[in-house]
């Protein structure tokens, strides 16, 4: 579960970037979407604490994983304790800002350009480094990253430069390494702007069947419609939330009247 409480950010100019938005997801998929600079990015980054809130504040609930969520492949809503279990229920919440380093661990953050995410020379240096805390033992480290690989059929690909991917696989390569810690909630932004057709589909379908509560920054109207709801970001304010072909809609409509 994710609690915006009148959670606004003031660049450092005195500008607005984000007016006072207050909701709470519990859906399974959440999509975002609005015209370029309208802040949709910034609603996103307050979910893991890339950005802090300015006033209010931002807090996540983490759902415990289930097995069989994946499999089961619902898009229906539902609350983070019917979903995930009743451990969800008495956990504590955790502030984006008081408890920074426990949200980064249970909020994953996937890039646009998976270039920023990349860093290490080969693609499994680059899935260990994100398990080097989780895994101290470089055997174990090494054995985790290699299934972490298998899961998303880039294993073949274990000893390559990352430079010789095709984006797609960068791509799939970026969520493989952020999903190998594990974290509770998913929140990536505009995942598949950089690719074409088949690996579009290929990345929607994979965000969509993750047990983890997963959020989607996209400007790509088909992949946001498959959400369970739809946040629509507009010159810094949330101007409608709720089903998605209407949340749509909205913003078309918007768009026209401009
Ligand atoms: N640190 C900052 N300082 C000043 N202005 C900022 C800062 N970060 C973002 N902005 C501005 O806030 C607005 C919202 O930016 P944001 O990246 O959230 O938009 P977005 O909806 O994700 O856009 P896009 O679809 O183009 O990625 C933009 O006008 C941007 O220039």
Do not use: C, W
Not at 81 to 90: K, L
Not at 103 to 114: I, K
């Amino acid at each position: 579960m994710i609690s915006f409480n009148q959670a606004a950010v003031v660049a450092h100019d005195g500008a607005t970037i984000l007016h006072p938005v207050s909701l709470t997801l519990t859906e399974q998929r959440v999509s975002v979407i609005g015209a370029n600079g309208s802040g949709k990015s910034t609603l996103a980054r307050l979910i893991n604490g890339l950005v802090e809130p300015s006033s209010g504040s931002v807090s996540i609930l983490p759902p415990q994983l289930r097995e069989g969520v994946a499999a089961a492949g619902s898009a229906a809503a539902a609350d983070g304790t019917d979903r995930h279990g009743a451990t969800s229920a008495t956990a504590p919440a955790l502030d984006t800002v008081a408890d920074g380093p426990a949200v980064r661990r249970a909020v994953g953050f996937v890039f646009t350009d998976p270039a920023a995410q990349l860093i290490m020379p080969t693609v499994i240096e680059d899935v260990e480094l994100s398990l080097r805390r989780s895994h101290k033992h470089a055997g174990d480290r090494r054995a985790a990253a290699l299934t972490a690989l298998a899961r998303f059929g880039l294993d073949g690909f274990a000893e390559r430069s990352v430079h010789a991917l095709s984006g797609g696989q960068q791509q799939l390569l970026a969520i493989a390494t952020v999903l190998a810690t594990n974290p509770r909630i998913l929140v990536t932004d505009e995942p598949t702007t950089l690719l074409d057709l088949r690996n579009t589909s290929v990345i929607a379908d994979l965000l969509l069947s993750l047990p983890q509560q997963v959020v989607i920054v996209t400007h790509n109207l088909e992949l946001a419609a498959r959400a369970d709801r739809t946040l629509v970001v507009s010159d810094g304010h949330v101007v409608f939330d709720g089903e998605p072909h209407a949340a749509i809609a909205h913003y078309r409509a918007s768009v026209a009247a401009a």
